[in-house]
DNA sequence: CCCTGATTCGC
DNA sequence: GCGAATCAGG
C-alpha cells in the first residue's frame, strides 16, 4: 500500500493550516501530524504564506541569518583569536534620583531595583530575570555594599580551613 | 538547556 | 518544493 514518505497531502495542509492557525507551535503540530520535523512544519507554513501569526512590535521577528560564509578551504585553519571586548566587571546600578518613598526605610524589607539606595545592602534575591527581583535593602556597612549579614556571607575569610589537611600527594 | 519561529541553501 | 542546519531570541 501507500508507504511512500507522508509528503504534504491535502488532507494534512489543511490539518497545518488548521492548527497553525489555532497557534499551536511548530513542534506542536509537528508531533500532531506525525513523520515531520518541526523544521519541516515552519518551511511548509512559510511557503504557505502563513507565517507570522503574531506581529511583533518593530518587526523584530526572532532569528535572523545574516550571512554564513561557507569558509574558504584553502586558506589555513588559524585561530580566530576573536576579540572579547567583555567588560571585566559588572557595574551595579544605582537610581540617580530618590526613590518612591524615600526618607523612612523598612529595616528588613527587600527593594526593587529603583528603591535601591547608597547605603542599601545590594545583597540579590531572586531571579534578576523575573519581576520579583529584589536587593536586600538592609542598611549597609559603610564602604561596603552589603549588609552586616551578606557581608560575612560574601567576604568569607579563609580561615577555618587548615585543619584536617589531608595527604593530598607526595611529600 | 529548554523552547520559539526565521532564514538559507543543497537537494 | 522540501527540510536540515543554523541562526536569533525568550
Given at each position: 500500500m501507500m508507504d511512500a514518505g507522508p509528503s504534504w497531502t491535502k488532507e494534512r495542509v489543511e490539518l497545518l493550516k488548521r492548527l497553525w492557525s489555532d497557534g499551536h507551535s511548530a513542534s506542536q503540530i509537528a508531533a500532531e501530524i506525525g513523520g515531520v520535523s518541526r523544521n519541516a512544519v515552519i518551511g511548509k507554513v512559510h511557503r504557505l504564506g502563513l507565517a507570522g501569526r503574531v506581529t511583533k512590535p518593530n518587526g523584530a521577528q526572532a532569528g535572523r541569518r545574516p550571512r554564513p560564509e561557507p569558509e574558504s578551504p584553502v586558506s589555513v585553519g588559524g585561530t580566530p583569536s576573536v576579540v572579547a571586548p567583555a567588560p571585566p566587571a559588572l557595574a551595579l546600578i544605582q537610581p540617580a534620583s530618590a526613590p518612591p518613598s524615600a526618607v523612612a526605610l523598612p529595616e528588613s524589607s527587600r527593594v526593587t531595583i529603583m528603591e535601591l539606595r547608597d547605603f542599601m545592602c545590594r545583597?540579590?534575591?531572586?531571579?534578576?530575570?523575573?519581576?520579583?527581583?529584589?536587593?536586600?535593602?538592609?542598611?549597609?556597612?559603610?564602604?561596603?555594599?552589603?549588609?552586616?549579614h551578606h557581608s560575612r556571607i560574601a567576604y568569607q575569610p579563609a580561615a577555618e580551613r587548615k585543619r584536617d589537611r589531608k595527604v593530598v600527594g607526595f611529600r
Open positions: 545583597w540579590p534575591m531572586g531571579d534578576p530575570s523575573t519581576p520579583d527581583f529584589r536587593f536586600c535593602g538592609d542598611r549597609a556597612i559603610t564602604g561596603l555594599p552589603y549588609c552586616t
